[in-house]
């Protein structure tokens, strides 16, 4: 029961805007087999398998029927959680736990493109009887929830610019992001808005793709010819998805999930025990609201610590060194995924040409979006 537990395997495919030479499947199947050849490890090795989806996305029910084939699961435990790719980790985790199984997959996938109108999707998530009604696009919510976090905590809004310009040019390093870009701050500010005060280049846009994570008890990860990046501590948090009773301009969820997670792993001091950290950018405030409540930054510092470059990819405590959401590409609930394989290669030093130097202890942190109150905290370390 006291084993710990690593990643051991990991499969990740290109983000791309659109992606209609291939299905959901194929994009599993490409992830699966990376994660396979990566770990050392076949489908048959493999004692459980954990699939992050949600119907109403999919368009499809019982979703977990849809995934053995590409994983080499046949016949073997399958179950889908339907919440942010975090929970779904901390599923796969727990069983490991039990001491029952040895090995674990994990598959997230996005295939957002075949969505026509997302936000008439995305509307389904909203209170049936006072809120959809009202036929406003779902990022509403996030236009109120950005307006409540400025007032309440005085953060200028060019700094939400300023965490744009920073992940779509760190995504310029990332070969598997969709959205790189090289932007002034002016530029975003410029753009239309969205919903006040969220403006449009503050949004991350939608994006194709797959991750599978192969997980293993520690005495079959030592085993392995591979760099096994164990699991220190873990949080998830499912809070009212209801916005009449939503902390407004608090990152809650990620407070709670962060407290579970650093108690559990040992981190006292974060900003200085945290070598890099992949946090959920799904809009450009929502970064600044979970430096806040992850511990990395408090209100009085933010804005210093952004101008001097605090969380560049080469300043003290780099933050969405892949880009995050924002370059990278918004995935729905394989969001949370893409960030742990992220800190994984980071702790490998298999990062590519964003990679930071010597990291040893890694954070990821997701959200599961509009509207929920939800999201996970996980540490990784490569000791």
Do not use: C
């Amino acid at each position: 029961m006291h084993h710990r537990v690593a990643i051991v395997g990991v499969g990740y495919t290109p983000l791309r805007p659109v992606s209609p030479e291939v299905s959901f499947r194929e994009l599993i199947f490409e992830a699966a087999m990376q994660a396979y050849q990566d770990a050392g490890l076949e489908p048959r090795d493999i004692d459980t398998f954990v699939s992050i989806a949600e119907d109403y996305l999919e368009g499809t029910a019982i979703f977990d029927e849809y995934v053995p084939d590409q994983l080499g699961a046949v016949l073997k435990p399958v179950h889908t959680i339907t919440a942010d790719g975090i929970t779904g980790l901390a599923s796969a985790y727990l069983q490991l736990k039990t001491g029952k199984f040895r090995t674990a997959v994990l598959e997230g996938h996005s295939k957002a493109s075949n969505i026509l109108y997302p936000s008439h999707i995305e509307a389904f998530a909203l209170d049936p009887n006072f809120v959809r009604p009202l036929k406003a696009n779902p990022r509403f919510v996030a236009g109120l929830d950005m307006h409540a976090f400025l007032m309440e905590t005085g953060v200028p809004e060019e700094l939400a610019a300023l965490v744009v310009a920073k992940n779509r040019a760190n995504a310029l390093r990332n070969s598997r992001a969709a959205y790189p870009a090289l932007l002034e701050p002016e530029a975003v500010l410029d753009s239309p808005y969205l919903a006040y005060p969220l403006k449009e280049l503050e949004a991350a846009q939608y994006a194709d793709g797959a991750v599978v994570l192969v997980l293993a008890t520690e005495d079959v990860a030592l085993a392995l010819d591979t760099d096994p990046v164990f699991i220190e501590g873990i949080g998830w948090i499912e809070d009212t998805p209801n916005l009449d009773r939503w902390m407004w301009g608090r990152a809650l969820y990620a407070e709670l999930a962060a407290q579970m997670a650093y108690e559990m792993a040992g981190i006292r001091s974060p900003f200085q025990e945290i070598d890099v950290a992949e946090i959920d950018d799904t809009f450009a405030y929502k970064e600044l609201q979970h430096l806040l409540a992850l511990g990395l930054a408090r209100e009085d510092d933010l804005v210093d610590l952004y101008q001097e470059g605090t969380f560049d990819l080469d300043g003290e405590l780099p933050v969405n060194p892949s880009g995050g959401n924002l370059g990278s590409g918004y995935t729905y609930d394989m969001s949370g995924l893409r960030s742990v394989a992220e800190i994984v290669l980071q702790l490998r030093g298999e990062a590519g040409e964003h990679q930071v130097p010597d990291a040893e202890i890694g954070l990821a942190q997701s959200w599961r979006g509009i509207p929920t109150a939800m999201g996970g905290v996980v540490i990784l370390s490569n000791l």
